[in-house]
Protein backbone atom coordinates (compact mmCIF):
# COMPACT_ATOMS: atom_id res chain seq x y z
CA UNK A 1 0.00 0.00 0.00
CA UNK A 2 1.36 3.33 -0.78
CA UNK A 3 1.53 6.29 1.60
CA UNK A 4 -0.98 9.12 0.32
CA UNK A 5 1.41 11.40 1.93
CA UNK A 6 5.01 10.49 0.33
CA UNK A 7 3.93 8.48 -2.09
CA UNK A 8 6.28 5.58 -0.88
CA UNK A 9 5.44 1.36 -0.87
CA UNK A 10 6.78 0.52 2.79
CA UNK A 11 3.45 0.92 5.27
CA UNK A 12 2.46 -1.65 7.77
CA UNK A 13 -0.49 -2.06 9.73
CA UNK A 14 -0.59 -1.15 13.04
CA UNK A 15 -4.03 -2.05 13.84
CA UNK A 16 -7.38 -3.78 12.08
CA UNK A 17 -10.43 -4.28 13.00
CA UNK A 18 -14.03 -5.12 11.53
CA UNK A 19 -16.06 -2.15 10.33
CA UNK A 20 -19.95 -1.84 12.52
CA UNK A 21 -21.47 -4.01 10.08
CA UNK A 22 -18.72 -6.79 9.73
CA UNK A 23 -18.76 -6.06 5.51
CA UNK A 24 -15.29 -4.86 5.53
CA UNK A 25 -11.95 -4.30 7.56
CA UNK A 26 -10.37 -0.73 8.49
CA UNK A 27 -7.07 -0.50 8.71
CA UNK A 28 -4.64 1.60 10.72
CA UNK A 29 -1.54 1.84 8.38
CA UNK A 30 1.92 3.77 9.32
CA UNK A 31 4.21 5.02 6.29
CA UNK A 32 8.15 3.59 7.72
CA UNK A 33 9.19 6.75 5.21
CA UNK A 34 7.42 9.44 6.91
CA UNK A 35 5.85 7.89 9.75
CA UNK A 36 2.52 9.26 9.12
CA UNK A 37 -0.77 7.01 9.43
CA UNK A 38 -3.94 6.24 7.16
CA UNK A 39 -6.95 4.35 7.39
CA UNK A 40 -7.63 2.31 4.99
CA UNK A 41 -10.86 -0.53 4.24
CA UNK A 42 -11.06 -3.67 2.78
CA UNK A 43 -13.93 -5.12 1.06
CA UNK A 44 -14.68 -8.15 0.00
CA UNK A 45 -15.29 -7.48 -4.09
CA UNK A 46 -18.58 -8.41 -5.65
CA UNK A 47 -19.69 -9.80 -8.74
CA UNK A 48 -20.92 -6.73 -10.77
CA UNK A 49 -24.15 -6.41 -10.57
CA UNK A 50 -26.46 -4.27 -13.74
CA UNK A 51 -29.48 -2.35 -12.95
CA UNK A 52 -32.27 -2.68 -15.38
CA UNK A 53 -33.30 0.90 -16.01
CA UNK A 54 -37.02 1.83 -16.30
CA UNK A 55 -36.52 2.55 -20.22
CA UNK A 56 -34.79 -1.15 -19.96
CA UNK A 57 -31.37 0.47 -20.40
CA UNK A 58 -28.44 -1.49 -18.69
CA UNK A 59 -25.74 0.22 -16.35
CA UNK A 60 -23.48 -1.39 -13.96
CA UNK A 61 -24.24 -0.65 -9.84
CA UNK A 62 -23.41 2.22 -8.50
CA UNK A 63 -23.27 2.93 -4.80
CA UNK A 64 -22.88 6.70 -4.92
CA UNK A 65 -25.57 7.17 -7.06
CA UNK A 66 -27.77 4.95 -4.54
CA UNK A 67 -26.52 7.27 -1.82
CA UNK A 68 -27.13 10.48 -3.60
CA UNK A 69 -30.05 10.10 -4.26
CA UNK A 70 -30.64 9.50 0.05
CA UNK A 71 -28.68 12.24 0.61
CA UNK A 72 -30.97 14.82 -1.65
CA UNK A 73 -34.07 12.99 0.08
CA UNK A 74 -32.50 13.77 3.88
CA UNK A 75 -30.97 17.57 2.46
CA UNK A 76 -31.82 19.63 5.50
CA UNK A 77 -33.76 16.81 7.75
CA UNK A 78 -32.50 15.73 11.03
CA UNK A 79 -31.41 12.79 9.61
CA UNK A 80 -27.13 12.21 10.81
CA UNK A 81 -24.95 10.41 8.16
CA UNK A 82 -24.58 7.76 9.75
CA UNK A 83 -28.26 6.56 9.75
CA UNK A 84 -28.21 7.60 6.04
CA UNK A 85 -24.64 5.00 5.63
CA UNK A 86 -26.35 2.37 7.50
CA UNK A 87 -29.20 2.56 5.32
CA UNK A 88 -27.56 2.32 2.40
CA UNK A 89 -25.45 -0.52 3.39
CA UNK A 90 -28.64 -1.90 4.45
CA UNK A 91 -30.53 -1.42 0.73
CA UNK A 92 -26.67 -2.56 -0.87
CA UNK A 93 -26.54 -5.86 1.60
CA UNK A 94 -29.98 -7.15 0.33
CA UNK A 95 -29.84 -5.86 -3.06
CA UNK A 96 -26.75 -8.47 -2.99
CA UNK A 97 -28.20 -11.19 -1.30
CA UNK A 98 -30.64 -11.20 -4.08
CA UNK A 99 -27.40 -13.07 -5.45
CA UNK A 100 -29.05 -11.79 -9.35
CA UNK A 101 -26.78 -10.65 -12.15
CA UNK A 102 -29.04 -8.07 -13.05
CA UNK A 103 -31.93 -5.99 -10.62
CA UNK A 104 -34.35 -4.17 -12.03
CA UNK A 105 -34.27 -0.36 -10.64
CA UNK A 106 -37.55 -0.42 -9.66
CA UNK A 107 -37.09 -3.15 -6.97
CA UNK A 108 -33.94 -0.82 -5.65
CA UNK A 109 -36.26 1.88 -5.20
CA UNK A 110 -38.72 0.34 -3.24
CA UNK A 111 -36.20 -1.09 -0.82
CA UNK A 112 -34.76 2.34 -0.54
CA UNK A 113 -38.21 3.87 0.40
CA UNK A 114 -39.60 0.84 2.60
CA UNK A 115 -36.47 1.86 4.62
CA UNK A 116 -36.53 5.59 4.40
CA UNK A 117 -40.13 4.94 5.50
CA UNK A 118 -39.06 4.16 8.75
CA UNK A 119 -36.29 7.00 9.18
CA UNK A 120 -38.25 10.12 8.00
CA UNK A 121 -41.38 10.78 6.64
CA UNK A 122 -40.15 13.86 4.70
CA UNK A 123 -37.12 12.13 3.30
CA UNK A 124 -39.78 9.41 2.02
CA UNK A 125 -42.27 11.36 0.37
CA UNK A 126 -39.13 13.61 -1.24
CA UNK A 127 -37.71 10.20 -2.26
CA UNK A 128 -40.89 8.75 -3.81
CA UNK A 129 -41.65 12.34 -5.48
CA UNK A 130 -39.01 11.90 -7.60
CA UNK A 131 -39.08 8.27 -7.99
CA UNK A 132 -42.74 7.84 -8.63
CA UNK A 133 -42.62 10.60 -10.81
CA UNK A 134 -45.22 12.55 -9.25
CA UNK A 135 -47.09 14.53 -12.55
CA UNK A 136 -49.21 16.79 -10.30
CA UNK A 137 -50.63 17.98 -6.57
CA UNK A 138 -53.19 14.80 -6.66
CA UNK A 139 -50.65 12.30 -6.91
CA UNK A 140 -48.91 13.73 -4.50
CA UNK A 141 -51.55 13.75 -1.84
CA UNK A 142 -52.18 9.80 -2.57
CA UNK A 143 -48.68 9.11 -1.37
CA UNK A 144 -49.50 11.07 1.58
CA UNK A 145 -52.24 9.79 2.68
CA UNK A 146 -51.00 6.31 1.77
CA UNK A 147 -48.10 6.76 4.69
CA UNK A 148 -50.41 8.34 7.01
CA UNK A 149 -52.39 5.29 7.23
CA UNK A 150 -49.99 3.21 7.83
Known amino acids: MKCPFCNQDNTRVVDSRPVDDNNAIRRRRMC ?4 RRFTTYEKVETIPMIVIKKDQNRE ?3 R ?5 GILRACHKRPVPLQEINSLVDRVETEIFNREEKEVPSTVIGELVMNHLKDLDAVAYVRFASVYREFKDVNTFMDELKKMLKS
Open 32 to 35: DECG
Open 60 to 62: QYD
Open 64 to 68: TKLEG
